[in-house]
T-cell receptor
Framework: GESVGLHLPTLSVQEGDNSIINCAYSNSASDYFIWYKQESGKGPQFIIDIRSNMDKRQGQRVTVLLNKTVKHLSLQIAATQPGDSAVYFCAEASGTQGGSEKLVFGKGMKLTVNP | NAGVTQTPKFQVLKTGQSMTLQCAQDMNHEYMSWYRQDPGMGLRLIHYSVGAGITDQGEVPNGYNVSRSTTEDFPLRLLSAAPSQTSVYFC?????????????FGEGSWLTVV
């Protein structure tokens, strides 16, 4: 079936570096994507989202890029901080009645920020 | 995790036992969903509901039952627990047309089946 997946399972960076987390999706009809952060023992926490009519969206220290041609999106975190250490997931909203009732998650990537 | 309450937080079951994971939200959201998360994996959709009286299957529905008799509650029933159902379970709720920052997740229920 359709799936959303990540290329890298782990990423270790130094504090202050920029981090890039990649995600590939297979459903070319997808029109809405969300990045989540999950800390140990907690539920997913919304970071940023993007719709298919956009190529780029920026938030506070985060940027999401969407390349529909190759069905790829990425999350860029600027000036990574120890508090950014977590597992990051991309998710595709696939529900027919608005999307938010059905999310397809990638496998996740663990980001470790070394002080 | 404003407004989505899951109980219990931790549960140990024996193979073959049944139990119900409770999920309640007080935001009058139409949509509610149950996900499971296995170690090192992303969340996978079990069942979802777009309103009271309406439920549908997600990606991994086998072994689970749901009902939505009220807008507020969306219980997940394990009919005959199996070790393969050892997982962390998350409930989520949202309004129709919600964007990502208005999808609310519960804090999770850790289930171990022995």
């Amino acid at each position: 079936g359709e799936s959303v997946g990540l290329h890298l399972p782990t990423l270790s960076v130094q504090e202050g570096d920029n981090s890039i987390i990649n995600c590939a999706y297979s459903n070319s009809a997808s029109d809405y994507f969300i990045w989540y952060k999950q800390e140990s023992g907690k539920g997913p926490q919304f970071i940023i989202d993007i719709r298919s009519n956009m190529d780029k969206r920026q938030g506070q220290r985060v940027t999401v890029l969407l390349n529909k041609t190759v069905k790829h999106l990425s999350l860029q975190i600027a000036a990574t901080q120890p508090g950014d250490s977590a597992v990051y997931f991309c998710a595709e909203a696939s529900g027919t009645q608005g999307g938010s009732e059905k999310l397809v998650f990638g496998k996740g990537m663990k980001l470790t920020v070394n002080p | 995790n404003a407004g989505v309450t899951q109980t219990p937080k931790f549960q140990v079951l024996k193979t073959g036992q049944s139990m119900t994971l409770q999920c309640a939200q007080d935001m009058n959201h139409e949509y509610m969903s149950w996900y499971r998360q296995d170690p090192g994996m992303g969340l996978r959709l079990i069942h979802y509901s777009v309103g009271a009286g309406i439920t549908d299957q997600g990606e991994v529905p086998n072994g689970y039952n749901v009902s939505r008799s009220t807008t507020e509650d969306f219980p997940l029933r394990l009919l005959s627990a199996a070790p393969s159902q050892t997982s962390v379970y998350f409930c989520a709720s949202s309004r129709s047309g919600s964007s990502g920052n208005t999808i609310y997740f519960g804090e999770g229920s850790w289930l171990t089946v022995v």
